[in-house]
């Protein structure tokens, strides 16, 4: 009964986010979908798919944006992101085993916390990176270590840095050499291969100053990033700093404790949370504007439950991480979020045809922070 209790929960966070997704998604271009769009009517240059998107290569988001409208993007996003979940519950049900509290730990990846990737069709490209690094750790540790299975792991490796970028390959590999008995002498410049594939033409745009990694400023930022995300506590403050240490102090000390041991169903476990711990990293390393832009939730909010099953043989850890996140995700069961983006789409869509009737300069800022007079012609319909 407690597991049926556990799936009807899950179930009822799916079906709520479902809806707010379905009943919200508006068809108009946003933000960084607008000059893609423009881009894609004025039809694609020779390795226009291979070309960085700022400091990403968004290979796959290109060709599913290359169909359809903004609204079928969403749609197609969506069912990327339920695609993902479905993967990273095989990943977890497989290495820690399938207890009756586990679709529970699953019910924060559909709240409110990631509405702006889910109502947003250019984050599939978050999606497919995270999908392919989850395909790559179940081939890596969770099937028979054959030919076959290291060359789909390295594929899918290869698909994860084609979609977005590298960090969370970069977790999936470091747990790969990191575990005794696979076969690092191969695994090592093959990785080293995959990496190099992805920096072929590389040429990062508009990416700002980086981060020094070296200073205090850094890692505080980092341990913010991943601790709202992780706990829910959607706030910017050092408190950030202790909901982190409190977490991973029992998780470092087990790592340590097990580091040669050839558990690689629990190195499975590691390799999700250190893609997550990577993925907040690289944003504080490139980081710009608000240090809590929700579509950066997705990378870190994905390693719950396998970090909560990593706990799990810690009870005392675990519960205490457990009651972190239930209390910090419960403020985000409510639709506000999702129809306040909603409503900032509508008005911009609205701006766009005011623009297209010759009654506004073309500045329509809840869609697009700079003029859309160089991608929309007044008394067009383009």
Request: one cysteine or more; hydrophobic letters at 55%.
């Amino acid at each position: 009964m407690k597991k049926y209790c556990a799936w009807a929960v899950l179930a009822a966070a799916f079906v709520w986010c479902s809806i707010a997704v379905f009943g919200c998604a508006v068809d108009v271009a946003y933000w960084d979908e607008v000059p893609f769009y423009a881009a894609l009517k004025q039809g694609r240059k020779a390795g226009f798919y291979w070309q960085t998107y700022n400091e990403h290569r968004i290979v796959f988001t290109k060709l599913l944006m290359s169909f359809g409208t903004p609204l079928t993007w969403i749609y197609t996003s969506y069912a990327l992101y339920a695609l993902t979940v479905f993967e990273l519950w095989r990943v977890v049900r497989k290495a820690a085993g399938d207890v009756w509290f586990l679709p529970l730990l699953f019910a924060p990846l559909f709240s409110d916390m990631n509405a702006v990737n889910l109502l947003w069709g250019f984050s599939s490209q978050f999606h497919l990176m995270i999908l392919f690094a989850l395909l790559a750790v179940e081939y890596a540790f969770l099937r028979p270590e054959t030919g076959k299975n290291r060359l789909l792991c390295l594929l899918f490796l290869l698909l994860s840095c084609l979609s977005m970028n590298i960090v969370f390959a970069l977790g999936v590999m470091a747990a790969v050499l990191m575990t005794d008995g696979m076969p690092k002498k191969a695994a090592a410049p093959c990785f080293a291969a995959v990496i190099a594939v992805f920096f072929i033409g590389y040429a990062p745009v508009g990416t700002g100053a980086k981060a020094d990694i070296r200073t205090a400023e850094f890692w505080l930022y980092a341990m913010n990033v991943f601790s709202a995300y992780f706990t829910g506590f959607d706030r910017f403050s050092p408190i950030h700093a202790g909901l982190f240490v409190l977490l991973f102090l029992p998780l470092i000390w087990l790592f340590c404790k097990n580091l040669d041991t050839d558990d690689r169903k629990r190195m499975a476990l590691y390799a999700v949370a250190f893609g997550s711990l990577l993925s907040a990293a690289g944003i504080a390393r490139n980081r710009f504007g608000d240090p809590l832009m929700h579509r950066h939730a997705e990378s870190v909010m994905i390693c719950i439950p396998a970090v909560m099953m990593l706990l799990y043989p810690m009870k005392k850890a675990f519960w205490a991480a457990a009651a972190i996140v239930a209390l910090g995700y419960s403020a985000h069961f409510g639709t506000a979020s999702f129809y306040k983006i909603k409503a900032a789409r509508l008005q911009g869509a609205a701006c766009v045809e005011a623009f297209k009737a010759g009654l506004n300069d073309g500045s329509c800022p809840t869609l697009y922070p700079r003029n859309m007079a160089k991608f929309v012609q007044p008394n067009s319909r383009q």
